[in-house]
């Protein structure tokens, strides 16, 4: 496998093969997400998208009901209701968190706007022009206005005596035709991937995905890892003991509960048929079906949660929570035993794994820079003869390092921190042996590498602040062993 081709190439291409957006708008979503300054943005889309799908598929008959159980005719759904209120309450919330204040204020103009003017004409020009979605912005605008006219439907729904199945289903088609006509948010399907956020969240799966061959089968392994670690990133939203479980709970544990159904299916049909014709081991082809089997098991037990009218009892909630983040768990390490049969899965999930991520980060950007200090200080003193000669191989140390960094760490960076580090990898790649003998090529690399030392004083710093680093100590000898294996080579 290619030194690019595995890291940007590979998860981005497997990413976008799975979108089902068009890639004019995918394009300037990444655009319009680069540009938020936001406070924790991507964990501010994932919730809004999650919500997004949790509102798509929470609507589905066969969610809602368990073997046995009597007519959906027959049931109450003011519990139901009021769910979906707090829903659409929280995503009203975050889109305008994720609305830049200047776009708020020139939308909530056109809006007034829209109810003063008394000429059909003008006022029909204003709409159109706010549902022709011309950027995300403008969809995010749209997406919250349908909410907000819904959640007054709900708000007076909530009042009646009874709310039957039938009224629930309604306002399920015109929340369904809401998200269906957006351009830049429409609900994803189970294995489309956003590179906004979707992560494999063990540095142990990335070091071992990365030396699978064919990289057709590591493509495979690798979509079945993404959407098991999406599943367990749904669990941050529904919350333990003490903690109160809002209303919305159920309808992430929905969300999880229709995703696990699609990816148990497709572990165990599609994706196993994939792998035995990419030129998987048959032990690989039996772990990924035990793996949608486990899966398969966890669902039948988190059934009876949907058999009656929210709310839920909080025991039934926290069981189901345990036993599908549990299956999730054991389905990651079936599959990763099969690219390491000495793996103790536990190992992946355990107190220190989870912070292992933030603290191979820290190191590999610690060794980066100080790569990228020896060779900017070497490229501005190259001026022929050892000077050259010592330039020259402290770029190709650094290409070393770029190779492995964009392997592993690269995928533990932050999705705005990504954009410098891919322009710059891809100016120490494309660096060839004779800069030393070109004073305008030479130049322009010591600037790019001086650049990127400030870039990546500032990104060590800000990874430096993560919680999870807190209380963990920075290792500088395995660093400078680290640093000293790339030297010596």
Excluded at 39 to 60: C, H, Q, S
Excluded at 215 to 221: A, F, G, N
Excluded at 262 to 274: G, N, P, V, Y
């Amino acid at each position: 496998m290619t030194e690019k081709s595995f890291a940007k190439d590979f998860f981005l291409e497997l990413m976008k093969d799975s979108q089902h957006l068009r890639a004019s708008y995918q394009a300037e979503r990444e655009r319009w997400m680069s540009s938020l300054e936001v406070e924790g943005r991507e964990e501010t889309l994932f919730e809004f998208e999650m919500l997004l799908r949790g509102l798509d598929r929470y609507f589905n008959p066969h969610l809602l009901t368990s073997a046995g159980e009597p007519n959906l005719m027959a049931r109450e759904f003011s519990g139901h209701l009021a769910v979906l209120r707090d829903t659409l309450n929280r995503g009203v919330h975050l889109s305008r968190l994720l609305i830049a204040p200047s776009a708020e204020s020139g939308f909530l103009f056109r809006q007034y706007l829209e109810g003063q003017i008394a000429d059909d004409r003008a006022r029909a020009k204003l709409m159109s022009d706010l549902l022709e979605q011309r950027g995300p912005e403008q969809s995010l605008f749209l997406l919250r206005s349908g909410f907000v006219a819904v959640r007054g439907l709900v708000d007076a729904l909530l009042k009646l005596d009874r709310a039957p199945y039938s009224v629930f289903n309604d306002l399920g088609v015109l929340l369904e035709r809401e998200l269906a006509h957006n351009k830049y948010f429409r609900p994803s399907v189970a294995f489309d991937f956003r590179p906004e956020y979707d992560r494999i969240g063990s540095v142990r799966v990335l070091d071992l995905l990365r030396k699978i061959e064919p990289e057709r089968v590591s493509r495979l392994l690798a979509v079945a890892f993404l959407a098991l670690f999406r599943l367990l990133r749904y669990f941050r939203f529904v919350p333990t003991p003490p903690t109160p479980a809002p209303r919305r709970t159920i309808l992430v544990v929905a969300l999880v509960r229709s995703e696990a159904m699609s990816l148990a299916s497709f572990l165990q049909s599609d994706l196993a048929a994939k792998l035995v014709a990419a030129g998987g081991n048959p032990d690989m082809v039996e772990r990924m079906k035990a793996a949608g089997a486990t899966l398969s098991a966890a669902l039948d037990g988190a059934k009876s949660l949907f058999a009656h009218d929210p709310p839920i009892a909080r025991e039934a909630l926290d069981a189901a929570r345990e036993a599908l983040s549990a299956s999730c768990k054991v389905a990651v390490g079936q599959l990763a035993s099969t690219l390491d049969p000495t793996l103790d899965a536990h190992e992946l999930f355990d107190p220190a794994a989870r912070a292992q991520g933030s603290v191979r980060l820290r190191r590999d950007l610690w060794v980066f820079k100080k790569l990228v200090e020896r060779a900017s200080s070497a490229v501005s003193a190259a001026s022929g003869g050892p000077a050259a000669t010592e330039a020259t191989i402290s770029v190709k140390h650094l290409k070393d390092f770029g190779g492995y960094f964009r392997d592993v760490s690269y995928q533990l960076l932050r999705y705005g921190d990504q954009d410098p580090f891919d322009k710059f990898l891809d100016v120490v790649s494309g660096i060839g042996g004779g800069f030393a003998s070109s004073p305008a090529r030479q130049r322009r690399l010591a600037e790019d590498l001086a650049h990127f030392e400030r870039l990546l004083g500032k990104t060590l710093a800000a990874v430096e602040r993560r919680k999870d680093l807190v209380t963990v100590a920075f290792d500088e000898p395995e660093a400078k062993a680290v640093l000293q294996k790339y030297l010596a080579a």
